[in-house]
């Protein structure tokens, strides 16, 4: 316990006064509510750690959900930013060029072997809007797409369409036509099933999946379903859209989780740990006519590209993806040692479960109230998804609290009771 004092500082309850005064006013004017930690960041960090508005310390496992790769304050990244202060403006990307733009294509070609161009968006969801886009400029007599049981793929329409990970997200909506696959070893055939109701592999405009699934629980398939989906994709020349939105960009030890399983995609989505959304794939799957799919943006704020440019190469010249594995494995033997369940991960994408969703929500609140970020993943799961600069002690910690958390939550007739408080409904 010295060294969680050592390192993670809770000085007041969580939330605290400030933060709840805070969240009393976010839920009041923010139309797009939901559920947030039971604080509010003060911006203020410093690797893998971070304090609220309250003063208190936390160490961070989530990353700010996988957007965060080289924690906070990184020095490289402090760097760039020091460069840009002097440009203030947001460039219209596809009409206004800057050689950032470039560069960055340049980098991000660079580390998806079988691709030779990259278009870049806003966020993951427009980065799935536009794979749709350029699948279905290929696949012109396509009725339908197909993506599986459990993803998440964003929250616009038709990223949204592809998804089915929590109800809530789709309710009253309208979707474009689907079919689903299990996300298990019988997708295979699943699949040949749809194309022998539908008649004609024309009629499929994609198959979307996710290499290790985010949201719907960080549930990490089998080789053989992902083996076979490419295999049929290839076969019946469906495009294969690989969403690697939260998996991507080294955080599983490879620049692409997808590259676990042996596979080459069609068209790869990518946003979160980049800076910037983006669809990577080959030149010929792109639309030959100019203005065929666009953005406003073309990759958000100048800064945005630049740091994205700047975390890949941090990534590359520092071997963090050697380190990505080295600590996902050691992270995933410490959590063998607690009392939970089905752990799982694939580098420092790693997951456990509790036995209903009632001690999953209890067992993360105290997580967080002793000083840990972490993230609710599927029905029963925690997510931990450290920056990359997370070391064996940052670990030891987490894994301390998660320990002390069980603990408490396992007492014989220990029930969180009611809300933490007014606004936040753990």
């Known amino acids: 316990m010295d060294l969680l004092k050592e ?17 009393k006013k976010l839920k009041q004017l923010n139309g797009g509510w939901a559920e947030p930690l039971p604080f509010v960041h003060s911006g203020r960090g410093q690797g893998c750690y971070f304090y609220d508005v309250d003063g208190n310390k936390f160490l961070d496992f989530a990353s700010q959900v996988a957007s965060n790769p080289l924690g906070y304050n990184h020095p490289r990244l402090l760097k760039v930013v020091r460069q840009y ?12 060029t800057t050689k950032e733009h ?10 998806s072997k079988g691709m030779d161009a990259a278009f870049l968006i806003n966020s993951g969801a427009e980065a799935v809007e536009n794979a749709i886009k350029i699948a279905l400029r ?19 329409l038709g990223a949204l369409s ?24 019988t997708a295979g055939d699943a699949f040949q099933r749809i194309l022998e109701q539908e008649g004609s592999e024309d009629d499929i405009g994609f198959i979307i999946i996710e290499p290790i699934q985010g949201e719907g629980g960080y549930n990490i398939p089998s080789n053989d379903l992902m083996q076979d989906i490419s295999q049929l994709c290839r076969k019946h020349h469906v495009p294969l859209i690989v969403d690697e939105i939260q998996s991507g960009l080294g955080r599983t030890g490879k620049w692409w989780a997808h590259q676990h399983f ?24 792109f639309p030959k006519e100019s203005g065929a799919i666009s953005s406003t943006w073309g990759g958000g704020h100048i800064l945005d590209m630049a740091l994205g440019l700047e975390t ?24 063998f040692g607690l009392d ?20 999953r929500d209890n067992v993360f609140l105290q997580i967080v109230k002793h000083g840990v970020a972490v993230l609710p993943c599927g029905t029963v799961g925690i997510r931990l998804i450290p920056p990359y600069i997370v070391t064996e002690k940052d670990v030891d910690i987490a894994i301390s609290v998660i320990d002390v958390a069980l603990q408490k939550c396992r007492k014989k007739g220990f029930r969180h009771k009611g809300p933490v408080c007014e606004v936040h409904g753990c």
């Open 7 to 23: 390192m993670i500082h809770i000085r007041t309850d969580i939330p605290g006064r400030r933060s709840l005064t805070l969240l």
């Open 85 to 96: 202060q002097t440009h203030p403006v947001k460039y219209a990307g596809q009409d206004f």
């Open 102 to 111: 470039i560069h960055l294509l340049e980098e991000l070609i660079s580390i």
């Open 138 to 156: 290929k696949q012109t007599a396509a009725k339908f797409g197909v993506s599986f049981e459990s993803g998440f793929h964003g929250r616009t």
């Open 162 to 185: 592809c998804a089915n990970s929590k109800r809530v997200h789709k309710e009253h909506y309208f979707t474009f036509p689907m079919h689903r696959l299990p996300y298990d070893h």
């Open 262 to 285: 042996d596979f080459h995609p069609d068209i790869i989505t990518s946003a979160k740990a980049l800076q910037v959304g983006a669809v990577v794939s080959k030149k010929n799957m």
């Open 312 to 335: 890949i190469r941090v990534i590359r010249e520092y071997h963090l993806l050697e380190h990505n594995r080295r600590m996902g494995d050691y992270l995933k033997q410490k959590l």
């Open 340 to 359: 939970v369940y089905n752990v799982r991960g694939i580098g420092l994408m790693c997951a456990f479960d509790l036995e209903d969703k009632k001690t």
